[in-house]
T-cell receptor, first 112, second 116 residues
C-alpha cells in the first residue's frame, strides 16, 4: 500500500525551476515528508525533509500544504546534473520504523 | 570525509554459487541498512543493524540471504545458492543512531550482482 503518489516522469528546462509534486493524503500527524534522489548508477541521496513548515536548504525547497496531504519539492534553478529519479517518502517522527519505503519515484529529465 | 563504500562494484556469478557483498559504513555510524534495487524500481529494504545486532531482518526474501556485522562497523551480505532472480543492485546505507527521525541515511554506490 503506497503512502505517496508521484508522477512517473517530468521534463524541465535547464535554468528554470523544477516543481515536483507528491501526494500523501493518508499522512499522519507524527510523520515527516522526506525527499531523496538517485542519479543514474549512484545510491540515493538525501535532499530535504519537513513536518509542516516549509523548509529550504542549499539543494531545494519543500512546500507542504496546510492540510499536509501533499507537498512540492522545488529545485530553484535546475541543472543537467539534477537529472535523476526523485523519491518522496513518508516516515514516522519517533522512528521505530527506520526503513525507507521507496516507491517508483519521479524520473526528472533536465534538458538544455 | 569518506562516504559509504561497497565492494565489489560489480559481481557476476553463476546460478547456484555463493557470493559475499561488503559494506564499509561512515565512521561512527552505528546504524547500517541493506536495500536491494531491481531494474526500474525503487530500493527495497532488506535488513537493519544497530551496532552488531540485526534489529530487523524482515526484508530478507528467504533463508538464502544472511548478513553479519561482527564488530559493529563493516557488514557483509551473504547469498547462498544464487538464483537468476537475485540479480539486482544491492545498496548499503548508514546513519547516526536511530531515534528521532531526521537522521538521514547515507548510501553507498551499490554492488551490481548479475547471476547467469
Amino acid at each position: 500500500d503506497a503512502k505517496t503518489t508521484q508522477p512517473p516522469s517530468m521534463d524541465c528546462a535547464e535554468g528554470r525551476a523544477a516543481n515536483l509534486p507528491c501526494n500523501h493524503s493518508t499522512i499522519s500527524g507524527n510523520e515527516y515528508v522526506y525527499w531523496y534522489r538517485q542519479i543514474h548508477s549512484q545510491g540515493p541521496q538525501y535532499i530535504i525533509h519537513g513536518l509542516k513548515n516549509n523548509e529550504t536548504n542549499e539543494m531545494a525547497s519543500l512546500i507542504i500544504t496546510e492540510d499536509r496531504k501533499s507537498s512540492t519539492l522545488i529545485l530553484p534553478h535546475a541543472t543537467l546534473r539534477d537529472t535523476a529519479v526523485y523519491y518522496c517518502i513518508v516516515r514516522p517522527i519517533i522512528s521505530n520504523d527506520y526503513k525507507l519505503s521507496f516507491g517508483a519515484g519521479t524520473t526528472v529529465t533536465v534538458r538544455a | 570525509g569518506a562516504g559509504v563504500s561497497q565492494t565489489p562494484s560489480n559481481k557476476v556469478t553463476e546460478k547456484g554459487k555463493y557470493v559475499e557483498l561488503r559494506c564499509d559504513p561512515i565512521s561512527g555510524h552505528t546504524a547500517l541498512y541493506w536495500y536491494r534495487q531491481s531494474l526500474g524500481q525503487g530500493p527495497e529494504f532488506l535488513i537493519y543493524f544497530q551496532g552488531t545486532g540485526a534489529a530487523d531482518d524482515s526484508g530478507l526474501p528467504n533463508d538464502r540471504f544472511f548478513a553479519v556485522r561482527p564488530e559493529g562497523s563493516v557488514s557483509t551480505l551473504k547469498i547462498q545458492r544464487t538464483e537468476r532472480g537475485d540479480s539486482a543492485v544491492y545498496l548499503c546505507a548508514s546513519s547516526t543512531p536511530m531515534g528521532l527521525a531526521g537522521n538521514e541515511q547515507f548510501f553507498g554506490p551499490g554492488t551490481r550482482l548479475t547471476v547467469l
